[in-house]
């Protein structure tokens, strides 16, 4: 069975990114063939500043690698390493219907708004299309908000097999992560970088207490019960303990005598305890900037063996390519 999974290198992965996908996508590398890349072409997007988007997908990498993404079990690369991609991205331009284009979810949302999409966005779903065919994905994990890429791949795959009368393409099929963990921000809505609420994975202990102290509660008193599945505290201790501890905790809040400041100071210790083997292993990742590099380089050249075979198979079909 083939993964495949990108990651875009717009920003310090937090506590939702992690519980509500990477680390579904790091328990998928125990399978026969697993590729995950750091995808720069589709940051081009979004940032503009050459050396930002280095320094972040170098560090995407550092955080994956150090979140225990094994590269014996799993292919790791930088996306624009593997040049066959942007060919096989125009080669299903060749064949997409812009009516296709034109209902997708990134375009539409920016064109209601009123703001302006560049070519960029608007073709940004073939590129996709092309990073999961081009490596005859079988199987995408994506949330319920990405499913329509898939399906979107699908049908560019499809309508290129069809238009060739070839199975060039594999269709992939996506399956949908469990989001069900819920993981509150700083003032319990959703944690999102788009609302500044985010613990970040890598905080360092002091700066993670301070964030994990300043998450909004309600006024009850010290001596009175509260309700912990009300408490965006309790929600986020949940992801980090145990069933038996979890029932401790929740008596605590049930009995009253407990002020909030130790129901985080609990959490506080779980989380710091949870991550602290990630970040030990990022700190060492990151003093050996060469061995990371090695890895990158190696997962390219596996990532680009695989996809050179399905860009001939799509060459051959267009009459293009290398005689052969």
């Known amino acids: 069975m083939k993964i495949l999974s990108g990651i875009q ?14 680390r579904q996508y790091i328990a998928l590398q125990d399978n026969e063939q697993a590729f995950y890349f750091i995808a720069d072409l589709h940051a081009l997007t979004t940032i503009r500043d050459a050396a930002v988007l280095r320094e972040n997908s170098f560090a995407a990498a550092l ?31 060749t064949v997409t219907q812009m009516h296709l284009l034109e209902k997708c979810h990134a375009y539409k ?23 999961i065919i ?53 003032d319990g809505e959703k944690m999102s970088k788009s609302y500044g609420n985010t613990v970040e994975i890598f905080e360092e202990p002091k700066k993670l207490r301070k964030k994990i102290m300043s998450i909004k509660t309600d006024s009850t008193p010290v001596e009175a019960p509260k309700n912990p599945d009300t408490c965006p505290v309790f929600t986020l201790y949940k992801l980090f303990s145990t069933q038996a501890e979890q029932d401790a905790l929740a008596a605590r809040y049930r009995e009253g005598g ?24 990022r700190a ?11 890895i990158l380089s190696d997962g390219a050249a596996r990532a ?16 293009v390519g290398p005689r052969r």
């Open 9 to 22: 290198p717009t920003g310090r992965p937090h506590w939702g990114n992690y519980f509500g996908a990477i």
């Open 63 to 93: 955080d994956l690698l150090a979140l225990g993404l094994d590269p014996a079990k799993a292919t790791l690369f930088i996306q624009s390493e593997v040049p066959e991609i942007p060919e096989l991205t125009w080669l299903l331009m």
């Open 109 to 131: 949302d920016k064109k209601e708004k009123g703001l302006a999409a560049d070519a960029g966005l608007f073709t940004y779903p073939v590129l996709m299309a092309a990073d």
């Open 134 to 186: 081009g490596y005859d994905s079988q199987i995408v994990p994506v949330g319920v908000d990405q499913v329509q890429h898939v399906e979107v791949t699908r049908d560019l795959a499809q309508r290129f097999n069809n238009i060739y009368r070839q199975d060039v393409f594999v269709l992939p099929e996506y399956r949908v992560l469990d989001t069900t963990a819920k993981v509150p921000g700083l």
């Open 258 to 281: 407990m002020g909030y400041g130790e129901a985080k100071q609990s959490l506080y210790e779980k989380a710091d305890a949870w991550f602290a083997p990630a970040r030990e292993r």
């Open 284 to 294: 060492d990742l990151a003093s050996r900037p060469d061995d990371v590099h090695a």
């Open 304 to 319: 680009r063996s695989k996809v050179r075979d399905v860009l001939a198979r799509a060459q051959a079909a267009c009459g």
